[in-house]
């Protein structure tokens, strides 16, 4: 999974209480990107961040979705007041810069599972 | 609009045969990637092999091959002397040089039969 961590790797939520899940990209990568895949699909783009800018969340629900990506520290996706519906794998990546400009793929955590009660 | 189109949801192989899993994109931009991940039933993504879209050569990355026919836009993979250990989820994607994000297709679960 070249170096990228996410934690937890599972997380049992009820509904209607807040999930955080943590990335911390590979060593010298300063853009992350979040994926979610919903059971038996492919992965689905939500969220590009570089340090401390949101660069893009097209892909992120308007409402109770968040995300950071502070000067120091990990990036985090918050989800607030969890639904059924959030239960998903949520996976991470990183790269050095833009992968616009590069050919690099990008490089995947193992990914949170989120399972909400 | 980019799209990718995995139709085969399920393939069986025998071990130490090849086996070839399709994949065809759709896509208005001349520049472009193809990916095929590896998702094992623990989960995690696993990167295989990247084609570029101006590559002359198809891809090899040991037994993994990637047969890219532009004209056609598929991006097949192909792998050799399969072993029980390529039991998975195999997912293509695409990336628009103009973007970053990665478009997932709905990938095909393959089972090696000892």
């Known amino acids: 999974n070249a170096g990228v961590m996410q934690n937890p790797r599972h997380l049992v939520r009820r509904r209607g209480q807040e999930a955080r899940l943590r990335c911390s990209p590979m060593?010298?990568?300063?853009?992350v990107y979040w994926y979610r895949q919903l059971p038996e699909e492919g992965l689905k783009f939500m969220v590009y961040?570089?340090?401390?800018?949101?660069?893009?969340e097209s892909g992120m629900p308007k409402e109770r979705f968040s995300a950071e990506f502070p000067k120091e520290g990990p990036s985090i996706l918050r989800i607030q007041q969890v639904v059924r519906g959030d239960s998903a794998a949520y996976f991470c990546?990183?790269?050095?810069?833009?992968?616009?400009?590069?050919?690099?793929?990008?490089?995947f955590g193992d990914g949170t599972r989120l399972s909400i009660l | 609009a980019q799209k990718i189109t995995q139709t085969q949801p399920g393939m069986f192989v025998q071990e130490k045969e090849a086996v070839t899993l399709d994949c065809t994109y759709d896509?208005?931009?001349?520049?472009?990637?193809l990916f095929w991940y590896k998702q094992p039933s623990s989960g995690e993504m696993i990167f295989l092999i990247y084609?570029?879209?101006?590559?002359?050569q198809n891809a090899t990355e040991g037994r993994y091959s990637l047969n890219f026919q532009k004209a056609r836009k598929s991006a097949n993979l192909v792998i050799s002397a399969s072993q029980l250990g390529d039991s998975a989820m195999y997912f293509c994607?695409?990336?628009?040089?103009?973007?970053?994000?990665?478009?997932f297709g709905s990938g095909t679960r393959l089972l090696v039969r000892p």
């Open positions: 084609q570029g879209s101006y590559d002359e």
């Open positions: 994607a695409m990336r628009e040089d103009s973007s970053y994000k990665l478009i």
């Open positions: 990546a990183s790269s050095p810069w833009s992968v616009r400009v590069s050919n690099q793929p990008q490089h």
């Open positions: 961040l570089q340090k401390e800018n949101i660069i893009d």
């Open positions: 896509t208005s931009d001349q520049s472009y990637g």
């Open positions: 060593k010298g990568h300063s853009h």
